[in-house]
């Protein structure tokens, strides 16, 4: 839905059509069109129920409240209310705005600073690994291990280590109270958060990097450039695809982020509140109208990231250039339309 | 360079110290980082129940009263094992099953409104995953799904079946052009050209897509604890939100770092196994 | 056939339109109120920790062959378990049968008819503590019946008390002055005063009311509306947020839970602690993991003004209205709850009872020497806010108490607000 452009889907569909240019028969079209929907419709079809169903019911959800008055004996009086956009209003400008805004400000947060600290030490793994001739097999098994644990088990093995009396107060040789000082509690989120992904930023970025020809490094030295323009005009430019679509994947799963800060944390705190943690304690105090408007207005944050990601840093997400240049490897890398420079 | 005076050999010299020794070191970085807090994950299962909260970076007395505590016959672990098992390999081969075919379709052929399916499905996945759950714990319950593994499987799909597809189509996609031609030439349909040419050709990215919807199924939590409430039909992430200490009051650290242990493991060495694999399967696909 | 496929997804798509706008209102339910019918149920309950549970199922199941419970734990946390629950009941599910809930929770799953109203006349209630029968009705009707208790106790150091020749306290007031003497011991040295549980989570509304109730005042009055802005709550908060202030209650204790509140006493590092029974147990350990073991008492815990009221915990049974097999359900909540099971759950997994004269049985008393000291806390213990929305309420509280104690808001502030924001949620209902 964001990832499309109408000038490429053109472009795309006339190239990727095998045999597009001596195409025999117009029967070989339908032939294609009616596999490509037998192929496709599964996926469709499963997302349709796992996906689609549960969007279109929160979104109808929220248009609803429920479960707000008493009647005479005490009991909730059954059934629910339209209210259209009011809990939409409610929560970006009324009650429910507060906690909200606070959500809202840490998801971005949590976002801004885990993607740019993964991106930064990604990469610098990634050129670790790059030139790393010795332990090759050793650093790429253990890059994997942080991101083989289970959220929910690296949440506790996190929680253990900012224990108050844990190992991370007794290397620091401090007294922080992790779970419940607002900073102290953000940084423990970021710590485990980058220290799971990190990593496999780092092998993403590998992948780019390999594809860049080792010639075009010795040509770049044999001119004469340093070790730090060879970096920013060479590798970086080069990497940039890679890099870009792993920092766009990055953030649709930040944006998204609960099992760590709920778990390392806990719920219902000021500091580490997420969006999707809000809208899970909305559903579990019953309130299903602005817990499915919670999950609403995430859904259309996140659509508006990857929107504007695509547009500015022209991330190559639906592989429009891969599908164009595919033998020629090295020039893998597409500006954009939007592309800032 | 061969020209090269005394002095700039001396310079490069030095570089070439520098340039043998700052890998080692970086690598050495890279690992520590990675593994210490695995390893204090580790340390911390073979400690005795007693000296939880030792600090020594050895425990004084080994012990695997943690594990033995594990594997109680009240936890239901192994069994819980078992289950995800069960659950994170129908998950994945369903989603290879389906995935393959949607994204072949993607890359390789021609069809109106493409791009819009592809960006349909990538978008599908960025709807936050707990919020899926109210409307599919009540559709499940109507038609009596309640405490199986289909209401496990079914739900893993929406995050495995988009990162399936979209890393499949970049897969596909880099894949000569000609291979299908020839083969239709030879009077294959597309569908055998599927079957018979590409299929085999793109089991390296396969596989590595296979590993990752694995380890993604097998780290599920929030889905199974909440399509399931029988011990019997639990998976090992659920089963360790509910170990307890001595009391309701006492966090089990050790009890839940030796299952962290015991169910990273059997990832861990996949991994080691496979990782000359899943590195050339994302070298030469797609990412994540 | 492309086109015909991608109708029937429309058509699939749309249907299930249909189903999410008709399956939320619940108002033809499958929910029955009538209990009847019998069979094999389920018993929903967290963690088993001691197998005292277990064992009770098992004597049940021994005498009841065609009407067999089978146990279905929750994860431990609380708040899992009743998140469980409430999504069992939302989809009207009849998974869970008999449910053991957290007695704050009673009046929220009645009054959304979640459970089913229980039949008072075949119960005989006066054998148990009144306290605990407050947690149990609902607008005067009955929906669930205790069955276990519990109360905060104040543990003491009584060789520090002894050595500076002191009572146990029973205000705040004496217990700071005689804090003020042991810490001039050298054996207490490094140590401080008191701490309960001032973390961000349900412990510190039990605090909380504590403190409240221990200065005569009440959250929510007997006709239901919020009081928290009269003078006796704010001299609970502000006694709270002195503690802080003056380091009668460690630093530290901000982020006490049971659990840290415990490593704390038990590691020598305070001379009073505010916890469960629990720790009585684990502080008594004599393999070396306890430093206090045989050095302290219980008292009840002191008040603020005049005496010290506990939080009443606790958990009672109640029947899912959605549930099959509800008249044996019943009889398992009266066998459950009867005198011979409570008595083996206290022996074997030190579960408080609900029915008083447990509490004074000699042999009982010999086992658990606290227990006195418990009856008297629990027989005096108040209930936290008896609310439909308790969810809501007792996150307003700890947002508002939790402002005051780190020092972000003054007390009558964030008394003030707290005020506000329960009329506002107390009055929708």
């Known amino acids: 839905m964001t990832t499309d452009t109408p000038t490429s889907t053109e472009v795309d ?137 289970p959220t929910a088990v690296s949440a506790l093995l996190w929680r253990w280590i900012f224990a108050p009396d844990g190992v991370a107060n007794a290397i620091l040789d401090q007294q922080v109270l992790w779970s419940s000082q607002a900073i102290a509690s953000k940084i423990a989120v970021i710590t485990a958060e980058v220290w799971k992904t990190a990593p496999f930023v780092g092998l993403l970025v590998l992948a780019g990097l390999q594809v860049i020809s080792r010639e075009v490094h010795e040509a770049a030295t044999v001119d004469g450039a340093g070790a730090w323009r060879r970096f920013w005009h060479i590798t970086l430019p080069l990497v940039k695809p890679a890099l870009v679509v792993a920092v766009l994947f990055r953030m649709l799963d930040a944006l998204r982020m609960f099992d760590l800060p709920f778990i390392l944390i806990g719920q219902q705190k000021d500091s580490v509140e997420t969006l999707s943690m809000l809208a899970f304690s909305e559903a579990t105090n019953v309130h299903y109208g602005p817990a499915a408007a919670y999950a609403t207005l995430l859904f259309a944050y996140v659509a508006l990231i990857a929107f504007v990601f695509v547009k500015l840093l022209g991330a190559d997400v639906i592989g429009e250039a891969r599908s164009q240049v595919p033998k020629n490897r090295g020039a893998r890398f597409r500006r954009g339309k939007g592309s800032a420079r | 360079m061969t020209t090269a005076t005394g002095d700039e050999r001396r310079t490069t010299r030095r570089r070439f110290e520098a340039k043998k020794w700052l890998p080692i070191l970086g690598v050495a970085g890279i690992v520590l980082y990675c593994l210490a807090p695995f390893y204090w994950m580790v340390v911390t299962a073979f400690r005795r129940p007693a000296d939880q909260y030792d600090l020594s970076p050895l425990p004084r007395t080994w012990s695997v009263e943690n594990f033995r505590a594990v594997f109680e016959p ?37 069809f109106r409104g493409k791009n819009l399916v592809l960006s349909l499905i990538i978008a599908t996945s960025m709807f936050p995953g707990i919020s899926l759950i109210v409307p599919l714990l009540r559709l499940f319950t109507d038609i009596g799904w309640i405490n199986t593994y289909q209401a496990m499987i079914l739900p893993s799909l929406s995050f495995a079946l988009p990162l399936a597809v979209w890393n499949l189509t970049m897969f596909f996609r880099q894949m000569p052009q000609e291979l299908e031609q020839a083969a ?11 079957r018979r040419i590409i299929v085999p050709l793109a089991a390296p990215g396969m596989f590595t897509t296979a590993i990752l919807t694995f380890i993604l199924a097998w780290n599920e939590f929030i889905i199974a604890l909440s399509m399931v409430n ?9 089963a360790i939100s509910k170990f307890t200490g001595a009391t309701q009051y006492d966090q089990p650290f050790g009890t839940q770092m030796a299952a962290g242990v015991i169910v990273t493991i059997p990832l ?4 080691l196994i496979f990782q000359r694999r899943i590195i050339a399967g994302l070298t030469s696909g797609g990412l994540k | 056939m492309k086109s015909l496929r991608w109708r029937s997804i429309s058509v699939m798509m749309v249907s299930a339109f249909v189903v999410a706008g008709c399956g939320g209102g619940g108002g033809d339910s499958s929910a029955s109120s009538e209990i009847s019918g019998r069979g094999p149920i389920t018993f929903a309950t967290g963690k088993d920790v001691t197998g005292a549970v277990t064992q009770a199922v098992e004597t049940w199941n021994g005498s009841h062959p065609d009407q067999r419970v089978r146990l279905i734990e929750l994860p431990a946390d609380g708040d899992q378990q009743r998140q469980q629950m409430v999504q069992n009941a939302q989809t009207e599910s009849g998974a869970f049968t008999v449910l053991d809930l957290d007695n704050v929770w009673n009046a929220e799953f009645a009054a959304n008819r979640w459970v089913v109203e229980l039949p008072k006349d075949e119960f005989d209630f006066s054998p148990f503590l009144k306290s605990a029968m407050k947690t149990a009705r609902y607008r005067g009707r009955l929906f669930s019946v205790p069955a276990y208790s519990d109360g905060g106790l104040l543990y003491y150091r009584k060789d520090l008390l002894n050595k500076v020749d002191a009572q146990p306290p029973t205000t705040r007031e004496e217990m700071r002055e005689i804090c003020a003497e042991v810490l001039e011991l050298p054996a207490a040295e490094g140590m401080s005063c008191y701490a309960g549980q001032h973390a961000k989570y349900e412990g510190l509304t039990v605090n909380f009311a504590e403190a409240v109730h221990g200065a005569g005042g009440q959250i929510v009055n007997d006709q239901g509306q919020p009081t928290v802005d009269s003078p006796e709550a704010l001299r609970g908060l502000e006694t709270m947020v002195e503690g802080f202030r003056s ?61 010290g009221v506990s939080s009443l915990g606790g958990h009672n049974l109640a029947i899912s209205s959605f549930a099959e097999n509800k008249a044996t359900a019943l009889d398992f909540i009266k066998f459950y709850t009867s005198k011979k099971q409570q008595r083996q759950r206290l022996v074997k997994g030190s579960l408080a009872p609900t029915r008083s004269a447990l509490y004074d049985d000699p042999e009982l008393q010999r086992k658990y020497p606290y227990l ?38 003054k007390p009558d502030k964030a008394l003030n607000a707290l005020q506000r924001r329960l009329e506002k949620l107390i009055e929708q209902k």
């Open chain 1, 13 to 149: 569909s006339g190239n990727t059509t095998p045999g597009s240019p001596r195409r025999r028969r117009s029967g070989s079209v339908t032939g294609t069109g009616r596999l490509a929907s037998a192929l496709v419709s599964p996926t469709l079809l499963v997302l349709a129920v796992v996906v689609m169903y549960p969007i279109i019911a929160a979104l109808y959800q929220s248009l609803f409240v429920s479960g707000q008055r008493l009647d005479a004996q005490g009991f909730v009086v059954e059934g629910r209310q339209f209210v259209g956009l009011g809990t939409y209003a409610d929560i970006l400008f009324g009650p429910a705005a507060e906690r909200f805004w606070n959500a809202f400000w840490n998801t971005t947060f949590f976002t801004a600073v885990t993607v740019t600290l993964e991106a930064v030490l990604g990469m610098a793994m990634a050129l670790v690994m790059h030139q790393a001739f010795r332990g090759r097999g050793l650093v790429r098994a253990s890059v994997l291990v942080p991101w083989a644990i």
């Open chain 2, 74 to 110: 009240g936890t239901g672990f192994g069994r819980a094992l078992l289950n995800s098992l069960i659950v994170a390999s129908t998950t994945t081969i369903l989603t290879l099953v389906i995935g393959t075919s949607t994204a072949y379709a993607l890359a390789r052929l021609a």
């Open chain 2, 184 to 194: 239709m030439v030879d009077g294959c349909t597309p569908g055998q050209a599927f």
């Open chain 2, 230 to 238: 029988e011990q019997n039909m639990q998976t090992v992430t659920v």
């Open chain 2, 268 to 271: 861990v060495i996949g991994v």
């Open chain 3, 247 to 307: 380091g009668t209650i460690p630093r530290a204790a901000i982020a006490y839970k049971e659990q840290p509140n415990k490593r704390a006493f038990i590691g020598g590092e305070l001379v009073f602690s505010r916890n469960w029974p629990f720790m009585w147990s684990q502080a008594n350990a004599d393999d070396g993991s306890s430093k206090v073991a045989g050095k302290f008492a219980v008292a009840p815990l002191p008040g603020i003004t005049g005496k």
């Open chain 3, 372 to 409: 006195d000291t418990l009856k008297k806390s629990i027989k005096s213990a108040e209930p936290r806010p008896r609310v439909v929305n308790y969810g809501d309420v007792t996150l307003a509280i700890q947002d508002e108490v939790y402002a005051a104690i780190s020092g972000d808001k």
